[in-house]
């Protein structure tokens, strides 16, 4: 784990407390950090036109996007969020609207494993947008999520399967003091195109390179045996 991005991480972190900005759940330490605002930030993300061409995408599962998948799942797109950790061969939750008896709780964290069907890879639609919650974000597009890496590796498991490329949109909602100038982004980060605050939007123009699939370099054999659908891509 880089030391300067652990040391942003906890910068972050303290600034979203120390500012009052944090909300609920709490402490945001360790975590996508909730802030003030996201619901204005996902309204926000709700008015780019990527967002409107998009039916189909892939979203983390952390409280600050609650609102924007919650927004997709009322304008009838199909989400897909990873089971924690890609613990299960059926590694993804689908959340078609048109199949939830109960899409606002099918939206949580809590509720996602209640409410929406397990599917395997094969099962996932091909992604127009993917909505990723981010720790810091530069205005280059360069993230930082929490530091285990799952984010970067379920876009890689889905470039692996050709539902996701470099003509994806990826896009962030975060809060203003979130967003960081100097970041270096690690070969299997994947970098984002739009960030999205409470009060603008930021095109990055990314000049940062997206990876085209696992990053097997940076995977210990311990981590590839806890991640069962990476057997299926694990170079001879």
Known sequence: MSSDKETLRQTVWDDLEDSGEA???FPPHGRIPN???????????????EWADADTLKANPDAPQLPARRGALDAGKTAYMAVPRLRDERCFYSL??????????????????????????????????VLVGSVAVSPAGARVGKGEGYSDLEFAV??????????????TTVHESQVREGIEPDAHDVPVDVVVTPDRTIRTDSPFERPGGVDWTALSEERIDEIPVLERFRPD
Request: charged fraction near 30%; glycine fraction near 6%.
């Open 23 to 25: 909300r609920f759940p």
């Open 35 to 49: 802030f003030a605002g996201a619901d204005r930030a996902a309204e926000r993300l709700a008015d780019l036109p």
């Open 96 to 129: 078609d609207p048109a199949d939830l008896d109960d899409p606002d709780a099918a939206a949580t964290v809590s509720g996602v494993d209640a409410h929406a069907e397990q599917v395997g890879p094969d099962a996932v639609d091909r992604v127009a947008l």
């Open 158 to 171: 889905l470039a692996e399967l050709g539902l996701v490329d470099a003509d994806t949109t990826v896009v």
